[in-house]
């Protein structure tokens, strides 16, 4: 065994240079005590719609309550469906499934890995109500083929973003072809909170009261004892907004630095690790460094032996895992399979050394492949 480590993910590295800035974000909550909707999580909100550009963000509790909460505020349920790609984490389908509706999962674009509209097509029924787009790995879909797509057909586009946070497609923010995006703030992604945390952000300010009060057990506007529609409970907490507030200000420097690390790949690894291609004019959040082997598992003992961890996005398809069987014929999503069998996730972080990169590249170059 290697005593070198290169772990998938550093998460001290990225809290290290805002220690003292969260220590105050911390202070400052504890100070005025305001543990749920203190004026940090308005503060936040504002920030992040901000730097999204758009005109609103609702701050919820994750991102799977996140893509839920669009679903109803659009009012998808029994009856509906909606198409979601099949190489997604397994939250897209479940916010889906929990407001009653039924995911129809659908293949991917063999070099991008994202959904497009000859997709979208194929996965097509009269009970179709919406289309959830997932930007995974952190590359924006064609959001402009998608919304033409979409729209002449009066389908809800839906972005889960929750890979993607800084990411662009064409220039264009999110939301801009779509009803609304969703973000997750769970530790592991490129804004991560210190525990759960989600976002929507959206430029229709119907929904957004909507999806605001549906996240505040259906409050009435006027009166906090008055409750208008059956809601739940999914809040940003207070010191998580602070936190992320902390963490934003330094997302555009640390997302460059993903796409140096991309970059170092790209130079370095051998022609048999290929990573997943970045199509132009998106920008990527780089939120995931995937490859695709032809021996994968043997890959990831081999850099086990020398001290580098991997990960993967995500080995079983969406529909054929067991909580998705009884759903009525499996379909063949034949890209999304072959990819399963083939993706592996490599480390990156948004401090990651130059040095940790050229030694996976170097243990995968001389591995016996
Ligand atoms: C593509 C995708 N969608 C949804 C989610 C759900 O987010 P959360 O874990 O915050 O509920 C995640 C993250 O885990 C994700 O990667």
Not at 41 to 60: D, P, S, Y
Not at 254 to 280: D, F, I
């Amino acid at each position: 065994m290697s005593e070198r480590r290169v772990p998938f993910l550093d998460l001290r590295a990225s809290t290290a240079p805002v220690a003292a800035e969260l220590d105050a974000a911390w202070k400052s909550v504890t100070g005025h005590g305001g543990y749920v909707g203190g004026p940090e999580v308005a503060e936040f909100e504002n920030a992040f719609a901000r730097f999204c550009g758009t005109e609103a963000c609702i701050g919820v509790a994750n991102g799977t309550d996140a893509i839920e909460l669009v679903l109803r505020a659009l009012a998808i349920g029994p009856g509906d469906e909606v198409v979601v790609p099949g190489n997604t984490f397994i939250a897209t389908a479940e916010a889906v499934t929990n407001v009653g509706a039924r995911p129809v999962f659908a293949d991917v674009d063999p070099a991008t890995l994202l959904i497009g509209p000859d997709d979208v097509a194929a996965a097509l029924t009269p009970a179709t109500k919406a289309v959830l787009a997932v930007h995974l790995y952190g590359q924006p879909c064609d959001m402009v083929s998608l919304a033409a797509f979409t729209s002449p057909r009066g389908l809800a586009l839906i972005e889960d973003a929750a890979q993607s946070v800084g990411a662009t497609y064409a220039g264009s923010a999110p939301a801009a072809h779509s009803v609304a995006a969703t973000y997750s703030f769970y530790p592991g992604k490129n804004l991560g909170a210190f525990g759960d945390g989600g976002a929507v952000v959206t430029n229709d300010p119907g929904l957004a009261a909507k999806i605001r009060q549906l996240s505040a057990h259906g409050r009435s506007d006027e009166d906090r004892y008055l409750h208008d529609v059956v809601g739940r409970n999914s809040r940003l907490d207070t010191i998580q907004a602070a936190v992320l507030a902390v963490r934003l200000s330094r997302l555009p420097e640390e997302n460059a630095h993903r796409a140096r690390v991309h970059g170092w790949y790209r130079e370095a690894l051998p022609s048999s690790v290929r990573l997943v291609e970045q199509a132009p004019g998106r920008v990527s959040s780089h939120h995931l460094a995937v490859a695709q082997v032809d021996d994968r598992d043997d890959l990831r003992s081999q850099l086990d032996q020398v001290g580098v961890s991997t990960g993967l996005h995500y080995p079983v398809p969406c529909h054929l895992q067991k909580a998705y069987a009884g759903m009525g014929p499996v379909p063949s999503l034949p890209v999304v399979e072959a990819a399963a069998a083939r993706i592996v996730s490599l480390p990156i972080w948004g401090q990651m050394p130059q040095a940790d990169v050229a030694y996976v590249c170097e243990h995968l170059t001389k591995r016996r492949g």
